[in-house]
């Protein structure tokens, strides 16, 4: 007869001063976000640009520390995690992308949209995190919950893009979020600058802004139930779940006007996440049964980031290969006519 393993006991690196000073670093950081967005201004590319490098800087930097402080298997099991969360916030940013577009918020009000949502998923997945660690801790079989989450993502995912339902355009009016804002309180027809809600005909009312910034916080929590679980199928360590998921958020607003008119171009993006995905899936069930029995292998990590960044570059060279034929076609087609 087969005897299930007890539980293992979470080990992490967090110390409370190492968990201090990275949640004050984070605050410190959305503080210079707020002030650099404090006046609604349509972001230039070069201001993008520098804002980008600093974000992927920081935690390249980070991540030095990790592997001379704790050694390479540590920093490894970083520099994945990280790599695993900034592939995933690209997702978020297409969505993103969707939804600016659906509530038309104006240029200059976009860079503090995405700023509440990143907050809103630095929360979410904050809450997450703390949720799987317990779990985890707890009981062996939730990394075989996990699994299956990533592998039912993953498929979902390659089935939306084998049937262009990723693809659609997003019609405000139908979605629940929105319809049940509207049930509750009344909505403007016109932005209000950064304002929230505004007084109108004697009753406080939303402004479209609140609204796109509701839906946008009601994705945050889908992303949150993909990433947090992806990540620990990396690292089993809470920190390093947290400082990767932090990290990964934290540049997404400069990182959406950099890359704004390539989301277009990444068509293969949603095959190479949902292998991403499915990989990790099989990962976290392949951890579990070593788990439970000590015969079934495991994947390394050293492997895992191998086979991540492999699928992100061939993900990205068919995408832009891809892109660059259909641009040829509709020349050709444009000069036929």
């Known amino acids: 007869m087969t005897t299930l393993a007890a539980p293992m006991a979470i080990e992490s690196i967090g110390t409370p001063t190492l968990w201090a000073a990275t949640i004050g670093a984070v605050v410190v950081l959305l503080v210079l976000d ?59 940013l ?23 949502g990143i907050i809103g998923a630095l929360v979410l997945r904050g809450i997450f995190i703390a949720l799987g660690a317990a779990a985890l801790d707890k009981w062996n079989w939730v990394f075989l919950v996990f699994g299956a989450v990533l592998l039912f993502t993953g498929f979902k995912l390659l089935r939306d893009a084998l049937t262009g339902h990723d693809e659609q355009n997003v019609d405000v009016d139908e979605m629940r979020i929105v319809r049940l804002v509207r049930r509750v309180m009344p909505v403007t027809d016109t932005y209000e600058g950064p304002r929230m809600t505004v007084k109108q005909a004697g009753r406080r009312a939303l402004t479209p ?105 061939l993900t990205t060279i068919t995408s832009l290969v891809a892109s660059s034929r259909a641009e040829k076609a509709e020349e050709q087609d444009e000069i036929s006519a």
């Open 94 to 116: 297409f969505v993103f992308m969707l939804l600016l577009g659906a509530f038309s918020v104006p240029r200059e009000l976009q860079q503090r949209v995405l700023l509440y």
């Open 34 to 92: 707020f002030i650099a967005t404090r006046k609604p201004h349509e972001v230039s590319f070069k201001e993008a640009v520098g804002w980008s490098l600093f974000y992927i800087a920081l935690p390249v930097a980070f991540g030095v520390f990790i592997w001379t402080q704790y050694g390479g298997s540590i920093g490894t099991e970083y520099y994945t995690g990280y790599i695993v969360e900034k592939s995933l916030s690209v997702d978020n």
């Open 209 to 313: 802004f609140a609204l796109v910034t509701i839906a946008v916080f009601a994705t945050d929590i889908v992303f949150a139930v993909d990433s947090v679980p992806a990540v620990y199928g990396i690292t089993g360590d809470p920190y390093l779940v947290f400082a990767t998921n932090a990290f990964a958020l934290l540049g997404l607003r400069a990182l959406y006007f950099v890359i704004e008119s390539a989301l277009a171009k990444l068509v293969h993006l949603s095959y190479g996440l949902s292998a991403i995905l499915v990989f990790i899936g099989v990962k976290l069930v392949l951890h579990w049964g070593h788990m439970t029995w000590s015969s079934v292998p495991e994947i390394p990590t050293v492997t895992s980031m191998l086979v991540i960044v492999g699928i992100l570059v």
